[in-house]
Antibody, heavy 118, light 108 residues
Framework: EVQLVQSGAEVKKPGESLKISCKGS????????IGWVRQMPGKGLEWMGI????????RYSPSFQGQVTISADKSISTAYLQWSSLKASDTAMYYC???????????WGQGTMVTVSS | EIVLTQSPATLSLSPGERATLSCRAS??????LAWYQQKPGQAPRLLIY???NRATGIPARFSGSGSGTDFTLTISSLEPEDFAVYYC??????????FGPGTKVDIK
């Protein structure tokens, strides 16, 4: 079965760092781009960025460039999204998703809820 | 950055009725347009890719059309499980993506 499994929910304080993960299985992880999508509480979907695990080519939305870092470790079929200094406004559900046919995200992780509160 | 606009924001319909959702791009995206369904507490599900191709396992009552800047998602006869939020998404030439703000289809 093709799936993406994300790491569990996180509760952090403002200023703390965080790295969440997304592990792929059931397909060739290095052959598909993996994207990250933010969904703030009660709001819509926002595309953050995308990485090609085969060579770590990465693209960012202008809205998220410099705010987060996307990386991947192809040896363990895992992509990451990280923050160096969290803000309360980073509170959201974060999804990873596999890009198919270079157009659409066909497989989604279950989401990782990140809560940032003092 | 290409901006997507969806209309209406909310569509109130009864089961069995036809739903027509619109997505407009601020500039041409060719056919690089996808549609997703999201239910509360769930991850989005891909319905349509490349403007008009149904994803694997998606019922035939879902169809997509359009190219360039104007796109439509049609649900021919609403089933109870179709009441959800629908998002369009585009891909630019530089492998940058944006989502529309969504259309909520709720029960009248």
């Amino acid at each position: 079965e093709v799936q993406l499994v994300q790491s569990g929910a996180e509760v952090k304080k403002p200023g703390e760092s965080l790295k969440i993960s997304c592990k792929g299985s059931g397909y060739s992880f290095t052959s598909y781009w993996i994207g990250w999508v933010r969904q703030m509480p009660g709001k819509g979907l926002e595309w953050m960025g995308i990485i090609y695990p085969g060579d770590s080519d990465t693209r960012y939305s202008p809205s998220f460039q410099g705010q987060v870092t996307i990386s991947a470790d192809k040896s363990i079929s895992t992509a990451y999204l990280q923050w160096s200094s969290l803000k309360a406004s980073d509170t959201a559900m974060y999804y990873c998703a596999r890009l198919a046919a270079q157009i659409a995200f066909d497989i989604w992780g279950q989401g990782t809820m990140v809560t940032v509160s003092s | 950055e290409i901006v997507l606009t969806q209309s209406p924001a909310t569509l109130s319909l009864s089961p069995g009725e036809r739903a027509t959702l619109s997505c407009r791009a601020s500039q041409s995206v060719s056919s690089y347009l996808a549609w997703y369904q999201q239910k509360p507490g769930q991850a989005p599900r891909l319905l349509i890719y490349d403007a008009s191709n149904r994803a694997t396992g998606i019922p035939a009552r879902f169809s997509g059309s359009g190219s360039g800047t104007d796109f439509t998602l049609t649900i021919s006869s609403l089933e109870p499980e179709d009441f959800a939020v629908y998002y369009c998404q585009q891909r630019s030439n530089w492998l940058l993506f944006t989502f529309g703000p969504g259309t909520k289809v709720d029960i009248k």
